[in-house]
């Protein structure tokens, strides 16, 4: 298992100094934007006497021309030229301060029951198998293999507190992050690795491809922002175009991967048939799942060809002229919002809206602030009319140091993006695979397959003293989101995600020895785990005397026709028995099982 990741030690020599050296060497380019607090003056560069006295002037020739401009008339529309990036920054800042923040509190309210001490996979055994694995190969390092700053606390003892700690504190900043529409770098660096703190340590429960994504978006971050000025507009820290540009690389392989993974994988995505299955069995579907699924084949074969068109030639616009640019990110935007709203695919195709929104300059976001003197708009329109009738102050020491950190950010991300590129186009393309060990520059897809039969797995308790008893009375357990009772109404919860309920939906394709977590949620089941029961909907056992016996039925699934007589009972779906998957267990029967993995022996809490 420790072989299906690449060491750091196989790349870090290459890749951590030159991270390293980017970071460190920014930190010191950053004075500037910093001067109006004493707080940074240890940070600062010495200034000259005729740089003091440049700046002086600029900054009075500055006051000068806003009183004269607040004069006239105040309704006067603010018109932005093209090609900055301020109010593009402002966006997307506060775009990615929401996904870290439904980030973070997905961990807050769900990681102790999945990952702490007591959790499904508990992490705390996962890190001891990690040293254990270091003790026998003393040339890795526990860091190495899992970066988290777990390995700092004792999380032996502590675990859950740490996770909580973790989540907490990722939620406050990327909250500030949010609302305020400004970070710096400190900040940015800091949800960074609070993140990837929680991911390697995530196991199953963080394998999928949009927490690589958001570890890359949030990396990019850093260097979008000034060292640790905290405005909106820091007005010696300009939007970097090397960070512009590495977003729209990203948004470039995200869907040229995802399109290349369809050709190249499932037959119904070349007969345009999968949409024909996608909205039926897609992980967790919500209401319009339902009815879009129940539309004409024709609509069917439009959409998939539409999703032809805006993951692989789309995607190409993003290296052409900014009206090219401008369909591009429109059209990568609508995607993503068509899919939100067909379907509960976590908080992925809100990420994915994220690079996108680097297609758009100053001049086509203005719109969505308003124009009133002193206003966002209206200072960025005065730095555009500085820097064009060449008043801007003559670029600081600091100022220079940061151009000779984006060239080196930008080699950065050519170097990582080689593996990247042969992966895009070897016909064995893998998806969503990262290629260095800190997740900088990743390989992206989805759906490459798309399963053409829904089935579920649906848990079952019983008091019957014998479990293979015809006439025992067996009673189900309803999950948050994921479909069982056939009269519930699909949820709507994206950006929201509920990671249970997702493995859930893969576990149904398997056989459940390939899943212990699952029989371990079994075995909580069996004493009423107030922690298992945070992570489901409904216990029919619940505030009773816990069931002598659980067993895991296999179903299929299938949506009621629109106008049917089920439909008109109330049934968004009907099932029907394919067997049996987790055969009845008791708490004894499966004593040994939970030894052999070093869980604890779950107990009835008074």
């Known amino acids: 298992m420790w072989n299906s990741r690449p060491s750091i030690f196989s790349v870090s020599h290459k890749v951590g100094p ?10 010191t380019s950053d004075g500037t934007a910093c001067s109006d607090s004493n707080v940074y003056e240890g940070l600062r560069h010495r200034k000259t ?11 009075e020739e500055n006051t000068k021309n806003m009183s004269e401009s607040s004069k006239t008339n105040k309704s006067t529309p603010v018109h932005l030229e093209t090609g900055t990036y301020w109010l593009t920054r402002i966006v997307f800042l506060r775009s990615l ?39 026998a190969d003393p040339a890795q390092s526990t860091w190495s293999l899992v970066p988290s700053l777990l390995w700092w606390v004792d999380w032996e003892r502590d675990l859950d507190l740490w ?13 500030i992050v949010m609302v305020t529409g400004c970070a710096n770098m400190v900040i940015m660096a800091a949800l960074w690795i609070l993140y990837h703190s929680i991911v390697n340590i995530g196991q199953k429960w ?8 958001l570890l890359e978006t949030g990396f990019l971050a850093i260097f979008f922002c000034p060292l640790l000025t905290l405005r909106p507009l820091p007005r ?32 119904c995505w070349r007969d345009l048939t999968c949409m024909n299955y996608h909205y039926q069995t897609q992980p967790v579907p919500n209401p319009v799942s339902y009815y879009l699924h129940q539309t004409p084949e024709n609509m069917h074969k439009f959409e998939t060809l539409s999703n032809h068109f805006v993951e692989l030639v789309a995607p190409w616009f993003i290296f052409l002229t900014r009206p090219f ?17 067909s379907g509960n695919l976590s908080f992925l195709n809100w990420l994915t809206i994220l690079p996108s929104i680097c297609s758009f300059d100053d001049a086509h976001l203005a719109f969505l602030f308003p124009g009133w003197r002193g206003g966002t708009k209206w200072q960025v329109a005065q730095i555009q009319q500085e820097e064009k009738s060449g008043r801007a102050p003559p670029p600081s020491w600091g100022q220079l140091v940061r151009r000779v950190v984006h060239v080196s950010l930008a080699g950065l991300i050519v170097y990582l993006s080689l593996p990247v590129v042969q992966n895009l186009l070897s016909p064995r393309q893998a998806m969503n695979t990262s290629f260095d060990p800190l997740r900088l520059v ?5 759906f490459g397959s798309v399963t053409k039969e829904r089935t579920e797995v649906i848990f079952q308790g019983t008091y019957a003293m014998n479990p293979t008893d015809p006439g025992a009375v067996w009673e189900e357990y309803e999950f948050k989101c994921k479909p069982g009772n056939v009269t519930r109404r699909p949820c709507l919860i994206s950006p929201y995600h509920y990671r249970l309920d997702w493995l859930m939906w893969f576990a149904a394709f398997q056989n459940y020895s390939y899943n212990n977590w699952l029989v371990h949620l079994a075995a909580k089941l069996l004493v009423n785990d107030p922690g298992a029961e945070s992570l489901i909907a409904h216990n029919p056992f619940h505030g009773k005397q816990p069931p002598r016996f659980i067993r895991a039925e296999h179903y299929k699934y299938s949506y009621t026709k629109i106008g049917s007589a089920a439909a008109k009972e109330g049934k968004w779906w009907k099932r029907r028995r394919i067997g049996e998957y987790l055969p009845a267990v008791s708490l004894g029967s499966l004593n040994q099982y939970i030894k052999q993995h070093g869980w604890n022996m779950p107990a009835i809490k008074q």
């Open 206 to 213: 963080y394998s999928f491809g949009w927490e690589s994504q």
């Open 49 to 59: 006497h005729q740089e003091a006295a440049d700046e002086t002037r600029y900054t």
């Open 18 to 27: 030159i991270i390293i050296i980017i970071i460190m060497a920014a930190s």
């Open 325 to 341: 640019r401008f369909t591009c990110g429109s059209l990568q935007i609508l995607f993503q919002v068509i899919l939100i709203i």
């Open 442 to 446: 990743n390989t992206y897809g989805a």
């Open 236 to 267: 010696t820290t300009p939007p970097p175009l090397v960070v512009i540009w590495g977003y729209r690389w990203l948004i470039f392989r995200i869907m040229l991967g995802a399109g290349l993974i369809k050709i190249r994988g499932d037959q």
């Open 163 to 175: 996770l909580d700690r973790l989540a907490y504190v990722g939620a406050a900043l990327s909250f």
């Open 97 to 135: 301060g929401l996904i870290y923040f439904v980030a973070f509190l997905v961990a807050l309210h769900q990681n102790k029951q999945l990952l702490g001490t007591d959790g499904l996979l508990p992490a705390n055994l996962y890190l001891q198998r990690v040293q254990q694995h270091v003790a």
